[in-house]
């Protein structure tokens, strides 16, 4: 199903206190303080060689971008390297960490910070091949605005007259958008009690956290629903499998919560299955604060950490990492194959029809998958990065969601299976 929303013109805004002041550096929270940016030139021009398996993802970056391979490793061969410098400094400094970026095509980058900018930020951004600009006193930290998303989704598509909802943040500016659509046809007066009912609750003073809420006339947005992760799941509809992973020394394969509504089992095939299949039974799944997953025992089949990147093609699993803005990023799906395209925000919620909510989506550029897609892996490298959820349209623009993988642990007590 694609998205479409028709938006009405009744919004209400909360602003939570622009942050305003004189530009210092301030301790972290400080209320009257303005971003401070500080732009740290390379030491090196030269990014570390792309690992083997990066190499075949730039070779159909350039496919797609419609530019050379030469200049797809050029723009994008260095991103490795930019996304394990800002999980080092979300990993050591949570509560001040407020987000990355890879802008310009892969000319630069930039990562905030909710207070003063750390001194290793400095020299770990030098150590990249692109000038980094480094913003400090942004007055929230990426987890402090994602709480104040899921909280405000929450509200919002927990009330009783709102039928579907879809929202999230903008991480550059602290801006929480929600979109609802009224579960009955209202006139105008009642849709404007509705609204007012659904504005949002004032947070602490000096936070320039704001909340925009928004009546539509509908919102259209569905999942993608027609042992090596990758693999098919045929049940009572198709998904594809993402990941294996384990629970101490139990192991399974991982997908989305949606494919799992009325699928307590699945038969699982692996590419070259020539008709032979293993049933696999749900194992846990979780559908709110952190996303769209869940998974399944291995049925008689050894979970392996492999995955299908590509028809009949597999790669080992090294890492599971959290996805940045601006990074290029592939998915594997049953119906649509290998393909690649670019991480758009993090932070996104939405409400399917006859779904649960689900909230901690990455949005990516386009939405470039199809129905039986739903629960593949989004990849780069030997890196793993998510489940396909679904779609949502942002910015006039229908955009693929996935459940950034790294969120397993704290919902539902897995982690995805290393070699």
Not at 26 to 37: E, Q, R, Y
Not at 39 to 67: C, F, H, M, N, Y
Request: hydrophobic letters at 35%.
């Amino acid at each position: 199903m694609r998205i479409r929303a028709a938006l009405t013109s009744l919004v209400m805004t909360v602003s939570l206190v622009s942050a305003t002041g004189p530009v210092t550096l301030a301790a972290p929270g400080t209320p009257g303080t303005k971003p401070v940016i500080v732009t740290v030139q390379p030491a090196r021009t030269r990014p570390a060689k792309p690992a083997p398996a990066e190499l075949e993802d730039l070779k159909l970056v350039a496919q797609s971008d419609g530019i050379s391979f030469k200049e797809a490793v050029r723009r994008w061969g260095w991103q490795n390297s930019f996304v394990n410098v800002a999980d080092k400094l979300q990993a050591k400094h949570p509560g001040s960490y407020s987000g990355s970026e890879i802008t310009g095509e892969g000319s630069g980058a930039w990562i905030g910070f909710k207070g003063p900018i750390p001194p290793e930020a400095i020299t770990l951004a030098r150590t990249l091949p692109v000038p980094v600009r480094l913003i400090g006193n942004k007055g929230f930290s990426e987890k402090e605005l994602n709480d104040a998303t899921v909280n405000n989704f929450s509200r919002v598509a927990d009330h009783a007259d709102v039928g579907t909802a879809e929202g999230g943040y903008e991480i550059t500016s602290g801006a929480i958008n929600i979109s609802a659509a009224p579960r009955t046809p209202l006139d105008k007066p009642g849709r404007r009690r509705l609204l007012s009912r659904l504005q949002p609750v004032r947070s602490r003073i000096g936070s320039p956290i704001t909340v925009n809420v928004t009546l539509t006339d509908k919102v259209e947005a569905g999942p993608k629903i027609n042992m090596y992760g990758g693999g098919f799941l045929n049940g009572n509809g198709a998904c594809t499998a993402a990941f294996t992973v384990r629970k101490g020394r139990t192991l399974g394969i991982a997908t989305a919560h949606h494919c799992a509504s009325g699928n307590s089992r699945f038969q699982f095939y692996n590419h070259n299955h020539q008709g032979r299949s293993t049933t696999i039974s749900l194992r846990g799944s979780h559908g709110g604060r952190y996303g769209d997953m869940a998974w399944y025992s291995p049925g008689r089949y050894k979970a392996v950490p492999w995955f299908y990147y590509a028809p009949n093609k597999t790669r080992k699993v090294n890492l599971y990492k959290w996805p940045k803005s601006g990074q290029k990023i592939c998915n594997y799906g049953r119906t649509t194959n290998a393909k690649c395209t670019k991480v758009y925000k993090n932070g996104q919620c939405i409400k399917y029809p006859g779904l649960p909510k689900y909230c901690g989506l990455t949005a990516v550029t386009n939405a470039p998958t199809r129905k039986g897609d739903s629960g593949g892996p989004w990849y780069w490298g030997n890196d793993a990065y998510g489940i396909l959820s679904g779609e949502k349209r942002i910015n006039l623009k229908s955009r693929d969601l996935f459940t950034p993988v790294a969120g397993m642990y704290e919902a539902m007590g897995v982690s995805v299976y290393l070699s």
